[in-house]
């Protein structure tokens, strides 16, 4: 009889030369160049912005040198920023707008992309197309129409026209969550509208709750869009007070730029305060994001 503790060692011994034969993690060739590809595509990410950082803290001669350390520094630019322009009055309207359109076009088009995931009617396939069809179509083509509509109702010269439209939905954001929507098991609406629950209960009970990670995918993306949008600003708002931050931005590059003063590290701080927001939001969303992209490439 061989004893628990001689089978042990016995064991270990002979575990022994195999552990010594297993070669040793190998830090491949095919891993180094991926963190290369990684280092290389992040520096070239990285560089404008570190420039832009940079610039906006060098006196006006020195802001084209190309040097990412500042020889002077001067952070009086930003406070001469605050003194020339209302940037905060402006960022507050950027908010305000953009949380508005963020979550009118999350809401309607999470509508309507329930719809036609849950609904069996004729021509719904027909009906889908139509509405993805409208990615087709350039915004320079709907830009007049539009802006007779709200200039008919009078609403031109405010701030509405900015986010008002996304009540309608975006045929993106309907074709992304429609997939969301298909791929819930039908038995959990089935069993809800067993208990009595309503048509506009099942969307907002259970498919909404659902598509969490989805609806938080629009929800940024519409954030950032409404963000850095300039155009709508510069066709419906001429009153100063009611500018955006892109367009507030527009009218210090005119003022300081090349038909004006020449402050360009004036214009400088006012591009990273437009800047810093959106790093800051998808700093902090990144996770959701990746979250709604993986939990979509699984279904």
Same mark, same amino acid.
């Given at each position: 009889?061989?004893?628990?503790?001689?089978?042990?060692? *016995?064991?270990?011994?002979?575990?022994?030369?195999?552990?010594?034969?297993?070669?040793?993690?190998?830090?491949?060739?095919?891993?180094? #160049?991926?963190?290369?590809?990684?280092?290389?595509?992040?520096?070239?990410?990285?560089?404008?912005?570190?420039?832009?950082?940079?610039?906006?803290?060098?006196? $006006?001669? *020195?802001?084209?040198? !190309?040097?990412?350390?500042?020889?002077?520094?001067?952070?009086? !630019?930003?406070?001469?920023?605050?003194? @020339?322009?209302?940037? +905060?009055?402006?960022?507050? !309207?950027?908010?305000?707008?953009? #949380?508005? &359109?963020?979550?009118?076009?999350?809401?309607?088009?999470?509508?309507?992309?329930?719809?036609?995931?849950?609904?069996?009617? $004729? =021509? $719904?396939?027909? =009906?889908?197309? =139509?509405?993805?069809?409208?990615?087709?179509?350039?915004?320079?083509?709907?830009?007049?129409?539009? @802006?007779?509509?709200?200039?008919?109702?009078?609403?031109?010269?405010?701030?509405?026209?900015?986010?008002?439209?996304? +009540?309608?939905?975006?045929?993106?954001?309907?074709? =992304?969550? $429609?997939?969301?929507?298909?791929?819930?098991?039908?038995?959990?609406?089935?069993?809800? /509208?067993?208990?009595?629950?309503?048509?506009?209960?099942?969307?907002?009970?259970?498919?909404?709750?659902?598509? /969490?990670?989805?609806?938080?995918?629009?929800?940024?993306? *519409?954030?950032?869009?409404?963000?850095?949008?300039? #155009?709508?600003?510069?066709?419906?708002?001429?009153?100063?007070?009611?500018?955006?931050?892109?367009?507030?931005?527009? &009218?210090?590059?005119?003022?300081?730029?090349?038909?004006?003063?020449?402050?360009?590290?004036?214009?400088? &701080?006012?591009?990273?305060?437009?800047?810093?927001?959106?790093?800051?939001?998808?700093?902090?969303?990144?996770?959701?994001?990746?979250?709604?992209?993986?939990?979509?490439?699984?279904?």
């Amino acid at each position: 009889m061989v004893s628990l503790s001689e089978r042990a060692v *016995e064991e270990s011994t002979s575990a022994e030369p195999a552990r010594r034969h297993q070669p040793p993690m190998a830090f491949g060739w095919g891993k180094i #160049l991926h963190l290369l590809v990684l280092c290389v595509a992040s520096v070239a990410f990285l560089y404008p912005f570190v420039w832009l950082l940079s610039a906006s803290l060098k006196p $006006r001669t *020195e802001v084209f040198d !190309n040097s990412l350390i500042p020889h002077h520094w001067r952070f009086a !630019n930003y406070a001469d920023l605050w003194s @020339y322009a209302p940037v +905060l009055h402006w960022v507050f !309207n950027s908010v305000v707008v953009a #949380l508005a &359109a963020a979550i009118t076009v999350s809401f309607s088009s999470a509508l309507v992309a329930f719809g036609f995931a849950y609904f069996r009617f $004729r =021509l $719904r396939n027909l =009906l889908f197309g =139509l509405v993805l069809a409208t990615m087709m179509l350039p915004g320079a083509v709907t830009m007049i129409p539009i @802006y007779l509509i709200w200039h008919r109702i009078g609403l031109t010269g405010t701030q509405v026209p900015l986010w008002a439209q996304n +009540l309608f939905g975006s045929a993106f954001y309907i074709f =992304l969550l $429609r997939q969301f929507f298909l791929s819930i098991p039908r038995e959990f609406f089935e069993a809800a /509208r067993m208990d009595g629950c309503s048509h506009f209960g099942l969307f907002w009970r259970i498919a909404m709750p659902l598509a /969490r990670p989805a609806l938080i995918v629009v929800f940024v993306f *519409e954030i950032q869009a409404s963000w850095t949008d300039l #155009l709508k600003p510069l066709i419906y708002l001429q009153d100063p007070s009611l500018y955006t931050l892109p367009r507030g931005l527009k &009218a210090v590059i005119d003022t300081f730029g090349n038909g004006g003063e020449q402050h360009w590290e004036i214009i400088m &701080a006012a591009s990273v305060v437009a800047t810093v927001p959106l790093i800051v939001l998808f700093a902090f969303a990144q996770r959701h994001i990746m979250d709604g992209i993986a939990t979509q490439a699984k279904r």
